[in-house]
T-cell receptor, first 113, second 113 residues
Framework: AQSVAQPEDQVNVAEGNPLTVKCTYSVSGNPYLFWYVQYPNRGLQFLLKYITGDNLVKGSYGFEAEFNKSQTSFHLKKPSALVSDSALYFCAVRDTNDYKLSFGAGTTVTVRA | NAGVTQTPKFQVLKTGQSMTLQCAQDMNHNSMYWYRQDPGMGLRLIYYSASEGTTDKGEVPNGYNVSRLNKREFSLRLESAAPSQTSVYFC????????????FGQGTRLTVV
């Protein structure tokens, strides 16, 4: 069985400060890992993914994420948050030997001006 | 290029009524997925399909049926709707090759009264 945990329901940061959204995962084999963002009343938009290779991956809108195999984590980061980054963020995992794509419960990010 | 198209966008059903949610993608993807999104629960996988003619149960399949009509279309049917099925439903598709990200539709907001 595979699963994703996002331990924080909400993250609040001031504009210009670093933003971190945490994610841990569990799979039987090796993982493909993804981050998505959802704005109100919209579908999910892909931000970035880890497939293999470099543990630090860069994605859209200045976001990056670090894969840590020993801690089974894939935390999303942004060095300097913007008010427009306020949204709902989802982490997702897929086992490299399967097609099932599982999501976490989501983390609401609020960036205050 | 429309991507993933879901119909309808909104629907109100009475308890016991049936309906089919439609999903079509024009990206020639093999894998397709149905999720439901509920507050605090994230996205929960209902059913998924790795290719035309194959379907698999996800985390919450009870009360739903699916049909992979062809490579483009993946429909979700509620045979006898219940208030617990009030939710926002998302369809997604992805390439079958390893590490490909999924693309999402805009969602169907379903209310069962």
């Amino acid at each position: 069985a595979q699963s994703v945990a996002q331990p924080e329901d909400q993250v609040n940061v001031a504009e210009g400060n670093p933003l971190t959204v945490k994610c841990t995962y569990s799979v039987s084999g090796n993982p493909y890992l993804f981050w998505y963002v959802q704005y109100p009343n919209r579908g999910l938009q892909f931000l970035l993914k880890y497939i293999t290779g470099d543990n630090l991956v860069k994605g859209s809108y200045g976001f990056e994420a670090e894969f840590n195999k020993s801690q089974t984590s894939f935390h999303l980061k942004k060095p300097s948050a913007l008010v427009s980054d306020s949204a709902l963020y989802f982490c997702a995992v897929r086992d490299t030997n399967d097609y099932k794509l599982s999501f976490g419960a989501g983390t609401t990010v609020t960036v205050r001006a | 290029n429309a991507g993933v198209t879901q119909t309808p966008k909104f629907q109100v059903l009475k308890t016991g009524q049936s309906m089919t949610l439609q999903c079509a993608q024009d990206m020639n993807h093999n894998s397709m997925y149905w999720y439901r999104q509920d507050p605090g629960m994230g996205l929960r996988l209902i059913y998924y399909s790795a290719s035309e003619g194959t379907t698999d149960k996800g985390e919450v399949p009870n009360g739903y049926n699916v049909s992979r009509l062809n490579k483009r279309e993946f429909s979700l049917r509620l045979e006898s709707a219940a208030p617990s099925q009030t939710s926002v439903y998302f369809c997604a598709s992805s390439e079958i090759r390893g590490g490909a990200e999924a693309f999402f539709g805009q969602g169907t907001r379903l209310t069962v009264v």
